[in-house]
């Protein structure tokens, strides 16, 4: 199936810092979606978005299907930030309605 | 609107025992899909459900895993003679329709196997 890697797996910054998470996928995608998961496990979607960009207030995301890989952007970082960030995609062929998950992004914002 | 809400929020189980989870998806979302979470772990896909279609049960772990849906509305998933690898927090979405959509979760359920 399709393999999932995001990076960095654990990322500490100062609060106001700017912060990229990326996220890789081994095949081509029909979906992709980034998601922070809070300190109560609630999933809350922050992008939909299989191919280019779009931004949503401090939070910015590109994805470059071609070659395999999106980006998420945190800026201005706040405590409320902190969290584990997931990528998830599904596969343009086969079961493209079933989520893969990376492992995460735990990020820790400071005050 | 209501998002996908899921009950209980948390159950304490012993070994053995069957448990069932429920799950009501957003209101005129046709596709309902389950998820499990282990512990500091990314999701795994366990079922799918799309209108009256068969569900995927594919990434179901064992024969001791069944899933129900009535419809389009609420879906239920039992886990038959628990076993401590069972616990995880189990989560459930939803989506508007066929794919490719964006789907929504609900808070999940955490059960815990004693």
């Known amino acids: 199936g399709i393999q999932v890697e995001q990076s960095p797996p654990d990322l500490i910054l100062q609060e106001g810092a700017n912060s990229t998470l990326r996220c890789n996928f081994s095949?081509?995608?029909?979906?992709l979606q980034w998601f922070h998961q809070n300190p109560w496990g609630q999933l809350i979607n922050l992008f939909y978005?299989?191919?280019g960009t779009k931004q949503n207030g401090r939070l910015s995301a590109t994805t470059v299907a071609t070659e395999r890989y999106s980006l998420l952007y945190i800026s201005s970082s706040q405590t409320t930030d902190s969290g584990v960030y997931f990528c998830?995609?599904?596969?343009?062929?086969?079961?493209?309605?079933?989520?893969?998950f990376g492992k995460g992004t735990l990020l820790t914002v400071n005050p | 609107g209501a998002g996908v809400s899921q009950s209980p929020s948390n159950k304490v189980t012993e070994k053995g025992k069957d448990v069932e989870l429920r799950c009501d998806p957003i209101?005129?979302?046709?596709?309902l899909y389950w998820y499990r979470q282990r512990l500091g772990q990314g999701l795994e896909f366990l079922i799918y459900?799309?209108?009256?279609?068969?569900?995927?049960k594919s990434g179901l772990p064992s024969d001791r895993f069944s899933a129900e849906r009535t419809g389009e509305s609420v879906s239920t998933l039992t886990i038959q003679r628990t076993q401590q690898e069972d616990s995880a927090v189990y989560l459930c979405?939803?989506?508007?329709?066929?794919?490719?959509?964006?789907?929504?979760f609900g808070p999940g359920t955490r059960l815990t196997v004693l």
């Open positions: 459900f799309q209108g009256n279609s068969a569900p995927d």
């Open positions: 209101s005129g979302h046709t596709a």
């Open positions: 979405a939803s989506s508007l329709g066929a794919v490719p959509l964006e789907q929504f």
């Open positions: 998830a995609v599904s596969n343009s062929g086969g079961s493209n309605y079933k989520l893969t």
């Open positions: 978005i299989p191919s």
């Open positions: 095949d081509s995608v029909n979906n």
